[in-house]
């Protein structure tokens, strides 16, 4: 069955052509779809919620064998929650449980349709879709809650001409596409679709999965003396965080996971991560020079509260943070050999190619 | 050598290593085994191409710190300083593929071997395969089928060096320990393995860095690898295996700064027995050493992906 999947999950990303996206992981566990329908998985979230809160009560969170908070285990960072809040909900920062489970319930039916005429595949025959998960509802209605209108901040002047000019640019190279000049690092499996913030939020209504909730969106928290690690399982991403102290590394030494330097504030694990190469969309137009900060503490024994704030004064007119929720899931996570089998990028940037040859040749 | 306050250095034998200790290593009143140990590291950092296993009996008995759970920590950075990457057999200093644009830079430095015995135990069909894998150890093929891994050496193309290439690979790894699971997260390429100690998984399909199930004897870390696939090679001379390829490797402590690592290699498609390798991994101790991001998928994007007209963009 394992391999039956396999062998199907990589037909379909060689069919996928121009859709952007890399492959699945090297393992992915075999999965009955038929099993789960979005009803019961609706069912089954808000009970987990339901669960989880109960669990948080009277509880005392644990400590490492060496006394720092424990914050070991893997988690899942999918969500239906859109990063910023509909202009419908102006106003509104939280519903209510009850509106809570109806807008989790639209937003796994919608996930779960598919029309046939259009569907390049459907994710969940695959176990992929995020209802199929343990993903579950959230009482915020974004996960934006600064600024508290739940939007993203207005762009600094220097950010709307560089974008300005990015989109000029791309009119004027009129329309090229190779490799070097796409700008999704995941496609081109340099990093994950978890590196920067965990998780961008759901997009509600959005035809692809991972535009939906995130998939592949399987993290786990690694802890050592002295040390936090955070692994991805999207593109196999470590982020190592040592506790020490220890300054950052010069500015000239950039990687793409950036340079992250962390500490404990009470029971909360604080992370602060800079020397980016490029955060690219990851980090929704921020720049190499953004610095993430992010806070992880536990809200239960099975519940990773998960904060991050973006500030980028090139970029956007204020720091702006968001919130979430993270419910903890079974192990292991898997080896995502990207780049090994990166099937899907020739086909990709060929299917480009195509497209803009023949809208080349139309204009002539 | 204090390096990290709250959590101190190993001690070895009652004494504090210090900093001033290993600086006056020549003549300094030192705890021998250190000096001993840093006279090796010196030694093997200048001459990369005479490293070999410490003799045995060069290091007095050795009792590892332990880890709060009882059992010898490993947590730390390390590092083999061999050649073996280039080819775990003794092999002599080569010019590069391409001097005539790299000179020197592209060149591999002479090494002896860490093949127990000195020689991989090759079926002579195997043999014949290895020494192709060498003469086309540049081939690149970019496809949509599998054909892709039928290539020359892995590590040109960016994929992950497998086990047990990753140890001796010219970059730092990490070892993270817990009672249940110990992490290893490699410079090279990021690679990460996780060794379950307990409770053991199950592989569930192939991999390129294989499914490390682990347990102590003694104050050795046994680590049983599995299901590793046939795509990677054990150095640039085209030393090879198949998809049945079973490492086992060992970790021993032999002083605060060095592992002793062996690791025993079965592949009864490709070799006539099982095999042995052994080489020391050295404990980084600079001040805030850390690893340093090699993602090396950007470097490859136009060797890889240039022949197929796909890296630029096609000019109009």
Redesign the interface.
């Known amino acids: 069955m394992?391999?039956r999947v396999?062998a199907l999950l990589t037909a379909v990303v060689?069919l996928c052509g121009p859709v952007l996206m890399a492959q699945a992981p090297?393992?992915?566990?075999?999965f009955d779809p038929k099993a789960v329908d979005p009803e019961t998985a609706i069912k089954a979230a808000a009970a987990a919620a339901k669960a989880a809160a109960a669990a948080a009560a009277n509880w005392t969170p644990p400590r490492?064998?060496?006394g720092d908070p424990d914050l070991?285990g893997y988690w899942l960072t999918a969500t239906y929650t859109p990063l910023q809040r509909p202009p419908e909900l102006a106003g509104k920062a939280f519903y209510t449980e009850e509106e809570a489970l109806a807008a989790f319930k639209k937003a796994v039916e919608s996930d779960a349709e598919v029309d046939p005429r259009t569907v390049h595949y459907d994710w969940k025959e695959y176990g992929m879709d995020a209802w199929q998960s343990p993903v579950r509802p959230n009482r915020r209605t974004s996960l934006i809650f600064n600024p508290e209108n739940g939007r993203l901040p207005a762009l600094t002047p220097e950010a709307q001409k560089r974008q300005a000019d990015g989109r000029a640019a791309a009119r004027a190279?009129?329309p090229?596409?190779?490799?070097?000049?796409l700008n999704n690092w995941y496609t081109?499996?340099?990093?994950g679709n978890n590196a920067g913030p965990m998780t961008r939020g759901g997009n509600p209504g959005s035809d692809s999965a991972a535009g939906a909730a995130g998939v592949t969106a399987e993290a786990q928290i690694?802890?050592?003396?002295?040390?936090a690690?955070l692994?991805m399982q999207s593109n196999?991403?470590?982020r190592?965080i040592?506790?020490?102290g220890?300054?950052h590394?010069p500015s000239n030494?950039r990687?793409?996971?950036g340079d992250s330097r962390g500490h404990w504030e009470g029971n909360t694990l604080v992370v602060e991560t800079t020397n980016f190469i490029a955060p690219g969309t990851n980090f929704l137009g921020g720049t190499a020079r953004t610095k993430l900060t992010e806070r992880f503490s536990l809200a239960g024994p099975n519940t990773l509260r998960y904060e991050f704030t973006l500030d980028d004064p090139a970029t956007w007119t204020q720091p702006w943070s968001a919130e979430t929720l993270i419910p903890r899931i079974d192990?292991?996570?898997?080896?995502f050999?990207c780049?090994?089998q990166n099937?899907g990028?020739?086909?990709v940037?060929?299917g480009a190619?195509t497209r803009e040859a023949e809208a080349?040749a139309k204009k002539k | 050598m204090e390096l990290n306050p709250k959590y101190p250095m190993p001690k070895l034998g009652g004494h504090r290593p210090s900093l001033q200790c290993v600086i006056n290593t020549v003549g300094a009143v030192c705890d021998r085994a250190l000096a001993i140990a840093t006279i090796v590291t010196l030694c093997i950092t200048a001459t990369p191409a005479t490293a070999q296993a410490p003799a045995a009996g060069l290091f007095p008995a050795y009792t590892a710190p332990r880890a709060i759970d009882g059992k010898p920590n490993l947590n730390g950075i390390w590092q083999a300083f061999i050649t073996a990457n280039w080819d775990v057999e003794a092999h002599p200093a080569q010019p590069g593929p391409h001097p005539e644009i790299m000179g020197v830079w592209g060149a591999g430095p002479g090494g002896q071997s860490i093949v127990e015995g000195g020689v991989i135990p090759y079926k002579p069909e195997a043999l014949a395969k290895k020494k192709e894998n060498f003469e086309k150890r540049m081939a690149v093929k970019a496809t949509n089928d599998p054909h892709r891994y039928d290539t020359g050496d892995p590590e040109l193309q960016c994929y992950r060096a497998g086990v047990p290439r990753a140890n001796y690979m010219p970059f730092p790894f990490q070892i993270f320990q817990t009672p249940s699971e110990i992490l290893m997260v490699y410079e090279y390429k990021g690679a990460v393995r996780t060794i379950y100690m307990d409770p053991h998984r199950e592989a569930p399909t192939d991999s390129w860095m294989g499914w490390s199930n682990g347990h102590w004897e003694g104050d050795t870390l046994v680590v049983d690898v599995t299901a590793l696939n046939d795509h990677t090679w054990f150095d640039r001379a085209g030393n090879y295996h198949s998809d049945a390829l079973h490492v086992v490797e060992r970790y021993t402590p032999i002083s605060p700064y060095h592992l002793k690592y062996e690791a025993t290699i079965e592949d009864p498609n490709i070799f006539t027995r099982p095999w042995k390798i052994s080489f020391p991994l050295y404990r980084r101790v600079e001040e805030n050493v850390q690893l340093v991001e090699f993602n090396c998928v950007p470097f490859v994007e136009e060797l890889m992906y240039g022949p197929l007209g796909l890296y630029k963009p096609p000019s109009r």
């Not at chain 1, 090297?26 to 075999?30: E, I, L, Y």
């Not at chain 1, 081109?188 to 990093?191: F, K, N, Q, V």
């Open positions: 394992l391999h396999l060689i090297s393992g992915t566990k075999a490492t064998t060496w070991q190279r009129n090229q596409v190779g490799v070097q000049t081109r499996c340099i990093t690694f802890q050592a003396p002295g040390y690690v692994i196999s991403d470590a190592i040592p506790l020490d220890r300054p590394l030494v990687n793409w996971l192990p292991p996570l898997y080896e050999a780049h090994e099937y990028l020739m086909n940037v060929k190619q080349e």
